[in-house]
């Protein structure tokens, strides 16, 4: 199984420009996220989705857009890049129950610095 | 608002044990603890759910204190291969798989 996987692993955008992060997992998992990961601030929640066709936002949504139309797949996408978006970015998915939680399965992260 | 990690950073040498706490100031249904490596992704080492059950993993094991908000993550007999970022990520009932993640805890294991 490939688990969770991200694609690019690295990105250089100009400011302005559009750009999309896809993540991709094979493991059934109806919980998928996005996470950017920025020094001395952990991991703070960009969007989430409990199932196809189901996405909400996270602790800090302004600047990017999701959908999920398959349970596999959950892209991301940067409407118009900003330097403040420079960041690494990972997806994790999980099993899903409203009423439980459990392990996330991390992607290998992209790499996007915004110039 | 993110859950409350100490301490920030702690070295170690090896085999010696260690103690990092996790606070929230919400009402808490799971705690997560992760790893990651240096230019890693996270790694899950285990969950706990409200009921301040204590679990277990090779060395590691954790605790989950409902009443006080609070989890703590123990490494004992620390090895090389512990050093890294550990993570707790906190959900609350009804979201539980939304977890909000503390700001981390720097952990190196020297000889």
């Known amino acids: 199984n490939a688990g969770v996987t991200q694609t690019p692993k690295f990105q250089v955008l100009k400011t302005g420009q559009s750009m999309t992060l896809q993540c991709a997992q094979d493991m059934n998992h109806e919980y998928m996220s996005w996470y950017r990961q920025d020094p001395g601030m952990g991991l703070r929640l960009i969007h989430y989705?409990?199932?196809?066709?189901?996405?909400d936002q996270g602790e800090v949504p302004n600047g990017y857009n999701v959908s999920r139309s398959t349970t596999e797949d959950f892209p991301l996408r940067l409407l118009s890049a900003a330097p403040s978006q420079t960041s690494v970015y990972f997806c994790?998915?999980?099993?899903?129950?409203?009423?439980?939680?459990?392990?996330?399965?991390f992607g290998s992260g992209t790499r996007l610095t915004v110039v | 608002q993110q859950p409350v990690q100490s301490p920030q950073a702690v070295i170690l040498r090896e085999g010696e044990d260690a103690v990092i706490n996790c606070s929230s100031s919400?009402?808490?249904?799971?705690v997560h603890w992760y790893r990651q490596k240096h230019g890693e992704a996270p790694i899950f080492l285990m969950i706990?759910?409200?009921?301040?059950e204590q679990k277990g993993h090779d060395k590691i094991s954790a605790s989950f204190n409902e009443k006080k908000q609070q989890s703590s993550l123990y490494l004992t007999a620390s090895q090389l291969s512990y050093s890294g970022t550990y993570f707790c990520g906190t959900g609350n009932t009804g979201t539980a798989s939304k977890l909000t993640f503390g700001t981390g805890t720097r952990l190196q294991v020297t000889l």
């Open positions: 994790a998915s999980s099993y899903f129950n409203r009423e439980r939680s459990y392990g996330y399965t």
């Open positions: 706990l759910l409200k009921g301040g």
């Open positions: 989705s409990v199932g196809a066709g189901i996405t």
């Open positions: 919400k009402a808490l249904y799971s």
